[in-house]
C-alpha cells in the first residue's frame, strides 16, 4: 500500500518513513513528506503528468540514509535525474521542494 495514496497523517507516514531509514533526521524526512504530496496534488490537478510516489519518497530517504555526506541537491538529482531534461517541470520541482525548506540547486 502506498505512503501516499492511503489517508494518513503526514506524521504517520514520517514516522513510517522513519523507521526505514532511523539515522536521516525526522524534520527531514517531513519535509520530503510534504513536498512529495504536493507533487501527488499537482498530478491530481493535472499540473503534473508523472504522479510522483512513494517509490521516489523512499528511495530519496534511503540514498540519505546510506550516503549522509551527499548535499540533498545531489540526492534530488540522483533520483529524480530523468526530469533535468523538462526545465519547466524543473522549475515545478524547484519551487515546490523550496517551498517546504528543502535546499535544492537545481536552476
Not at 540533498?72 to 525548506?101: A, P, T, W
Request: glycine fraction near 2%; charged fraction near 20%; include cysteine.
Amino acid at each position: 500500500m502506498s505512503l501516499l495514496a492511503t489517508p494518513l497523517t503526514t506524521p504517520i507516514r514520517t514516522r513510517r518513513l522513519h523507521c526505514c531509514a532511523p539515522n536521516v533526521a525526522v524534520d527531514t524526512i517531513t519535509w520530503l513528506t510534504a513536498a512529495f504530496m504536493d507533487l501527488r496534488k499537482m498530478t491530481d490537478e493535472g499540473q503534473m503528468l508523472y504522479p510522483y510516489s512513494t517509490r521516489e519518497l523512499v528511495n530519496i530517504v534511503l540514498h540519505l540514509s546510506r550516503y549522509p555526506d551527499d548535499n540533498m541537491s545531489e540526492v534530488l538529482d540522483n533520483v529524480l535525474s530523468f526530469d533535468s531534461f523538462d526545465h519547466q517541470l524543473l522549475e515545478m520541482l524547484f519551487e515546490v521542494f523550496q517551498r517546504h525548506g528543502i535546499p535544492v540547486r537545481w536552476l
